[in-house]
């Protein structure tokens, strides 16, 4: 989901598919300059529970210089136990953690959300690729908790052809009732609410079938937010939203490449995948009501997503919102740093949209976005002399900064001394996704 | 101004500078899907008082194929004295009428506003550029009502190395003053408040001077969002704000061409000068506290400028806030029918970005965004089977509809007969922007 997917009344999509969305941003705060720690699920979805870069928490791979990775079914690793999760830091302090959706994290035992600080899990470890055959490759399984209780396209339908299937409607249905179960207890909750909607093969439930004006995207995207509303109606009707913080985010920003299926990154370069800013920022809206001061109001400066696990490691304290500084943001693909943004200056060191091979096959991560040096389609190593860029101004990164210019230098000499350090410091994690095997399906 | 300036609290600009017009968002109705009736300046400003197409009302060329063209100071022609514009309609119904800011109908004298239904005007003829010498080109001149009180760059300041001019506040204090005038009087007021700030050489008052994080533009987007602030805080303060129905929208979409002071189009494809989406649709709010059921919706269905004053025209009834339904929408460039919008399908009967001689200057249109047979820099000619888009699915015009889907000759029937119908029943007015000539400066 993307940066535009939100709004009218938020961030700028022209068909309002997000009243639930859009009021909740009403009535908490929008974080403008959000960003993602990588452009792909599993290694953002690491990043967010780790509260760590791909890079250091290894969800990246070394097979294939600046590829992302993710974590498919016959992928050998997965998030290793050494890495303290937000759940298993909440779990010490009382919490009792539940997530409901997609856990991306390692799909083979010792990796399940179970065994990394939840209680309670209902959904699967990967997407809803398929349908598979039996043999070769089995559909994607389904849990509740510990057990496998089916398999997508089996006992939870996906009708890919007509874009229909009720899993959003069960997400939803698990969250509200956890709320309701816990509501009443003196222990406190987490909920991490992770459904896998807009992820193509894109579905809907029948009733918000042909819904919205930007076909089966939009129609998912309108369920998604409906979610969203239930969720906050249920801690209002139980009158514990008062004592409740909810954050919304994406996992990235919304792929570009589907003609039939295309999110928006609003104002952004390109999407999914690429490290500009349609790849990594993404809408993001805090909610406490009675704690956030101003509500309705837009901050710039809270980073990403290392941020909030940071912040919520804290105590959940919000204060963060108004107090947040600039600080460096790195943008990951795969094994490579491919850009800095620090304050409204992004410089990139390497940049590169995707292969030809790709292209060849139609697949085009910037379709109708061309910027020389910027989205071609091999890799460019712009390491000597990055290309820069000042958001504020340029938020689509589309007027390089002069190389001859005072600017130049003067925004550069920081950036230079953060990359540096931040190389030397970095001690990278065992990619875990470099081995694929059958067998461990 | 673009459709994507606006927000984070409306349309979607990530720098937030728009606080008022977001309110004004919140407090009305905003349109997502208003269009000018010309991607550039004068014609577009002539359609939106006249209510009709610049081709039929004559601000257009045939000197040089689909090519815009505005008033500049050599411009032998203007608005034609059979037109009928809005101000002389309402002044039949007893209207008082004030323009404030810029005129771009013709400068000269038979051609200026008081000779045009407006019974008050405090502004310009064209726009600000300059400054120029005072031989063989004098700078623009200012009125106050039929008598010019002197020229900008003389007697009104503008530092256009420092991006500096108090003109906006003027104009503001103008428009402010009018109010007051009239609130008390038993006779109706139109005010028509034009500023033509954000326009290259962008500049800003003092107080505004570097407020934004996009620089020059953003500081001149914010100083107009005060102005429109200002406008309705003083309608509220004299209690007429129940009666006085207030209309946002800009002449064309940004100008993206200029790195150091793009404005945003949003997700949409282009700028300024174009017939992309990004050229020409606009942002669009209406505002009347009491009578806009619903405040804070957005309504799609509402096809542009000539539309604002077929229904202005009928007693300014906003019923047509409700009521109203997809008509087609015509874009010109010139002399040449580009394309038409029905529905949510826009079809390209010609395409075009600039020309090369303006690239090779540096001009560009369409600044990273290169969509082929879209906005290639030779004029493309897709009559007999015009580019489809679905602006549903698709705002940003990435993914044509397939030429032998069913979907294509579908969406395409209407629209051959209408196009048909159109341009039988087309009577184009006198070019009259096809002579210039010094002496009439």
Redesign the interface.
Known sequence: MGW?DL??????????ETPNLDQMAAEGV?L??FYTANPLCSPSRAALLTGRLPIRNGFYTTNDHARNSYTPQEIVGGIADFELLLPELLQKGGYHNKIVGKWHLGHQEQYLPLKHGFHEWFGAPNCHFGPYDDGKTPNIPVYRNAEMVGRYYEEFAIDKHKGVSNLTQMYIKEAVEFIEEHSNTTKPFFLYWAPDSTHGPVYASMPFIGK????R??DAVMELDHGVGAILRTLERLAIDKRTFVFFTSDNGAA?SD??A?G????F?CGKQTTFEGGMREPAIAWWPGQIKNP?T?K?RLPGKLEVFTRVELMLSVKFLCHAEWRPVFFYRGNEMMAVRYG?YKAHYWTWSNGWDEIKVGIDFC?????ANMTQHEQQNHTARPLLF?L????????PVRFSSPEYDAAMSPIRRIVVEHKRNLVAGTPQLNVCDVAVQ
Chains 1, 2 share one sequence.
């Open positions: 535009g709004g009218g009344g938020v961030l700028g999509q022209p068909a309002k929008t403008t300059d919205s004006q930007r076909g995207y939009g570009v003609r039939a295309s928006s990154n609003g104002p370069l309705g837009r710039r409204f379709p109708g976005q061309v910027l000042h504020g101004r340029d938020p689509g990164e589309k007027f």
